[in-house]
C-alpha cells in the first residue's frame, strides 16, 4: 500500500550519514524539529517523540510543513551527508544521490 500525505503528496522520510557529516549544524538550524547534533559533535535525525536516532541511517518522517527546510538542509549541507527519499520506494528524492 502506498502512504500518502494529507494532502496527497507522495511520503518522504529523511536520514544522514554520519560518516560524511562535519558538524557544522546547518541541518539543525534550518529545521530543529527534525535535525539535532548530539554531544559527539555529529548531526542526528529525530522521531517523532522528539529522540535522537542514533543506528546507522534511521530515517524519521518528513512533515509536510517542514518540507521546504529539509530540502534546502540537503541541498546546503557541506558534507552532503543528507538523504531525502520516498517512503515507498525508497528512492532518494532530495540528497547526494537523487537523479
Ligand atoms: S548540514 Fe550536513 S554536515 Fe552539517 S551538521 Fe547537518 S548533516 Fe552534518
Redesign the pocket.
Known amino acids: 500500500m502506498q502512504q500518502q500525505t494529507a494532502d496527497g503528496g507522495e511520503a518522504l522520510e529523511v536520514w ?1 550519514d554520519q560518516d ?9 538550524q534550518y529545521a530543529p524539529e527534525v ?1 539535532e ?1 548530539d554531544i559527539d559533535g ?2 542526528y535525525v529525530k522521531g517523532t517523540d522528539d529522540e535522537l536516532l542514533q543506528a546507522k541511517g534511521a530515517t524519521t518522517p518528513v512533515p509536510l510543513p517542514l518540507l521546504t527546510d529539509v530540502v534546502d ?1 540537503a541541498r ?4 552532503e ?2 538523504h531525502v527519499r520516498r517512503v515507498s520506494d525508497s528512492v532518494e528524492v532530495y540528497g547526494p544521490d537523487a537523479e
Do not use: K, V
Not at 20 to 28: E, M, N, P, R
Not at 76 to 79: D, I, Q, T
Open positions: 544522514i560524511l557529516c562535519t558538524g557544522d549544524g546547518i541541518c539543525a535535525f547534533l555529529l548531526a538542509s546546503e549541507c557541506p558534507g551527508c543528507i
